[in-house]
């Protein structure tokens, strides 16, 4: 199972929300290069970096944070957060980012999305599917939609896609436990995906729980920044 760090970026800077909310920010961090640099120093090989600022703008805003943290370290990086156009994703991939993590435009837009799979290969791109009460939410989580998460990830399959990431809003930035029966399904659904779990990790025991049940990878983001799980720790999994 891959652990995969998250950054959140807003103004240049680290920071997690609570639930998906903008109100609830707290800044961990003015300068998320020193962050991704303490993940590759404790052994860690991967980094999820979100555009927060991007996200709600709908385009790609924190350029520099990305070119800072790909030119310096040697993570794999992946990046999501407001993505809306080829000019976009061959510029990130020009600065070495690895995969893209396409989430509202795969619900709004998704003969493109399709058409992005068939151009950059299904390597490249990351279905991210945010959701709460099992339907998918878009726009940084702003706005709901009435779609069903498994057959978001149906008709995507069927299109090509192999990673996705799911993130449940509702356990997000609680470190309450991620959602395992979410997990659980989406596995049993489509044992073809590389899924991604996203949202609730808050113990190491949490991390166990989702190596059993055959999770590709997990992000890990607030449970690092407030000590409830040490680099030292992750980097073993």
């Known amino acids: 199972m891959r652990i995969i760090p998250a950054i959140d970026l807003i103004d240049g800077k680290c920071v997690r929300l609570t639930q998906g909310d903008y109100a609830q920010k707290k800044v961990y961090n003015e ?3 020193d962050v991704a640099k303490s993940f590759e120093d404790q052994g860690l090989q991967y980094l999820h970096l979100v555009d927060l600022d991007g996200a709600k703008a ?22 999501g957060g407001g993505i809306k ?14 995969q893209v993590n396409l989430g509202s435009i795969a619900v709004k837009e998704p003969q493109k999305v399709i058409q992005w799979i068939d151009e950059f ?17 878009i726009s940084g989580w702003q706005e709901s939609s009435s779609i069903n998460i498994r057959n978001f990830l149906r008709d995507y399959i069927e299109n090509g896609i ?5 993130t449940d809003i ?6 309450t436990g ?19 779990a996203s949202g609730g990790v808050g113990t190491m025991e949490d991390l166990q729980e989702l190596k059993r049940i055959g999770v ?22």
């Open 178 to 196: 991620p959602n395992i029966e979410l997990y659980k399904t989406l596995i049993l659904s489509f044992p073809q995906l590389h899924l991604v």
């Open 216 to 237: 590709d990878g997990v992000i890990v983001g607030k449970a690092i920044y407030e000590g409830r799980v040490k680099l030292e720790e992750l980097a073993l999994l």
């Open 162 to 166: 192999e990673y996705v990431t799911c």
């Open 85 to 98: 156009t080829d000019d976009e994703i061959r510029k990130l991939f020009e600065r070495g980012i690895r």
């Open 121 to 137: 290969g299904s390597d490249k791109i990351i279905l991210s599917a945010d959701v709460k009460n099992n339907t998918i939410a």
């Open 170 to 175: 509702s356990t997000d930035g609680m470190l």
């Open 58 to 79: 709908g385009k790609v805003t924190n350029w520099k944070v990305v070119e800072s943290i790909t030119a310096h370290t040697k993570l794999i990086v992946d990046f």
């Open 31 to 33: 300068n998320p290069l």
